[in-house]
């Protein structure tokens, strides 16, 4: 797999409807160029994105005192 066009229709074709959801814009709209490096920036910033808030609602979370949040974080 070579051109960033087979990688991006590879990529499409492996991610979950999960996955796609956080990148749909680029799925329905991509971009007429390097399409696999601005669907693998989405994920990576947005994924990334998805996992502070996670955390960050965890420790407030945990601040107040409900330690069945850890459960919810760990099951991502």
Do not use: C, W
């Amino acid at each position: 797999m070579s051109s960033d066009h087979e990688k991006y229709i590879h990529v499409l074709s492996k991610i979950e409807p999960r996955q796609a959801r956080e990148v749909k814009d680029i799925i329905i709209n991509p971009p007429d160029n390097k399409k696999y490096e601005a669907l693998k920036k989405a994920f990576i910033q947005r994924l990334t994105d998805l996992q502070e808030y996670r955390i960050r609602q965890f420790l407030k979370t945990e601040e107040m005192g409900d330690r069945k949040s850890f459960l919810s974080l760990s099951d991502t």
